[in-house]
């Protein structure tokens, strides 16, 4: 059996006996009922995810994955595909929206080259990114899949090495990206996983003006007319229509969830990557939070087809994992709740009159 | 010239030109255009608020202001009021929702008692609280004004005194509150204030029935009746339906504004507090950061009043400051983005195409 089999097989679903008693505890706390609303849910799923009424969460590592698209060459992006490598250089540095936002959310950046067009063997060399590299970057899916089967599954199985590379040092993950062009990437899985229209979920990505729009869309529709992506099969869909990067993060969030962490699903393109695992496997779902909802158009689509209600919504549409670093705070506020506040009866407050 | 009118002379609006400067830098960040959003239009507000493009923002308070209400006899809370001085000793002993929040926020919790009905000395002179006690609550305000003229006066000034007192040392204010029955008054004071009809701006407070509810609408409706509070005065509308700690909250952003510093308004009571300041001085809005949404009816109105976008909506209507404490991080990523991310030129990224 492979890495992804075995992994597939061992993810369950959240633990309802953990999920019962963290409800309880939130009960008796000296506030009016469930008055920190979606931060004492968001403790239930915690407690669910880590069997825990303590669930550990401080060692924290925001994954970005990074790798380039082949539909990048059709026109689809306002940006050229060497910002890939020289924004993984710009990671490296430390000079990214990702760095600035991680560090005060105790989480680390771990960068991943999963297929970028451009040689980044000096950064490898020096430690300051991982090599997963399946290939320079991925076909142009407009043209046919955008890789083989086997180049799928290794994506995938990349994040969950990842992920269980981690695992002795790390307690929650959050997932982030760098692509140039993903954006038409993921809004053709979410095409296909949601059978949504394809005007519906796709957006302006880097910032395309509208008749940029209408061209993405109709490469999109292409894509999906040449490929025939079958819904039913997550790996099918990620071959034809996908990236490396969100093979990777798929990977990473399958890992993730069968490792018991919980892992904070970014925006737009790692909800993508999100629904792949699901295919994949439905249980998974139950280890990812929503960190935000992202500005890019379709993006509700793909979180209402996992039943997940982000928690924050603060028009970014940044990626990087910018999103999962802020809602890391989230995490942590909500572990807080569980863990550091009295009950009526510990610290003697009056109950309610009835 | 009293401490007041000392105070509101002093609050000028934000500076446009640092506004600028500070636009002008994020324009240059390596993303694509303004793809952190909201956390960029909050760097923008918070450089026009300080006068910076490094914002101070290191040393953080959550000012918890408590008071007592004589409406609370009028069967409109929940709770008994003998729970504004068992929770003022929790917040002291560290075992509250507001203590689990601000610690990871870098917030220290300064607790002041404004009117609380009930015996607080020893927490006063152990240093754990600071009293700024008005009166043993308000009189109801269903019997006549809650509070008088000079009483409304002093509790705005003790508000302001805690901001200037704080000042040497603390860079960011939150809002907090707690007071048996203050969503009574705030309801009161947003109807006023906002010109909105009762039963839009009155909720569930700690978590009444509809049928309690309807009775907290019909003793708004009589207070405002019997009182008549003046929508062209703020202090006004404070001494006849406001509470103490309202209107040290009020006194607060005044202080925090006229020092030039960000003050962060929590949920609903705090938002009341923030019409009262914006009826005394309208420039006084430019220092408010609206922290969340909250789930008590009508706090939408409150926020639209001022302008205000929350930046959270987690279902949170719990007060004592517990949202301020969140959106402390969202402060601390937007000055990150304005300091830490790279420009294009700075990190050699190529830029859009056009």
Known sequence: MGLLEQTLAEITPQ????RGRATSRLEQLTMPHWALGRLMDLAVDLAGITRSLDPPIARRAVVV?????????????????????????????????????????????????????????????????????????????????????EQAI?????????ARGL??????????????ANTTSSSAIIAVLCQ????????????????????????????????????????????????????????LILGAAALKKPVIVDGFIST???????ALAPNSR?????????????????????????????DLRLGEGTGAALAMHMVEGAVRILTRVATFEEASVSKADK
């Open 167 to 180: 695992a002795s040092g790390i307690d929650v993950f959050g997932t982030g990206e760098m692509g140039i």
């Open 15 to 18: 633990d309802t006996e953990w």
């Open 154 to 162: 290794r994506s995938v199985e990349a994040g969950i090495e990842m």
């Open 272 to 278: 993508a990557a999100a629904l792949i695992a699901n």
């Open 196 to 251: 949504a229209p394809v005007e519906e979920v796709t957006g302006q990505g880097t910032g395309i003006d509208e008749e940029q729009r209408r061209h993405k869309i109709a490469v999109i529709k292409k894509a999906l007319a040449i490929n025939r992506p079958d819904p039913a099969s997550g790996l099918d869909v990620l071959a034809k229509v996908g990236g490396f990067e969100i093979g990777g993060i798929a990977g």
């Open 65 to 149: 994955m990074a790798a380039d698209h082949g539909v990048a060459l059709e026109g689809v992006s306002k940006y050229p595909q060497e910002v890939t490598p020289q924004m993984v250089r710009n990671f490296a540095a430390g000079g990214a929206g990702i760095n600035a936002l991680a560090e005060p959310a105790g989480a680390k950046v771990v960068v991943v080259d999963m297929g970028v067009a451009g040689d980044l063997e000096d950064l490898v060399k020096a430690g300051k990114i991982i090599s997963k590299r399946i290939a320079a970057g991925t076909r142009s899916l407009a043209q046919g899949p955008a890789m083989t089967r």
């Open 286 to 314: 139950e280890y990812m939070i929503a960190a935000h909802r992202s500005a890019e158009r379709g993006h509700h689509v793909a979180l209402e087809h996992l039943k997940k209600a982000p928690l924050l919504d603060l």
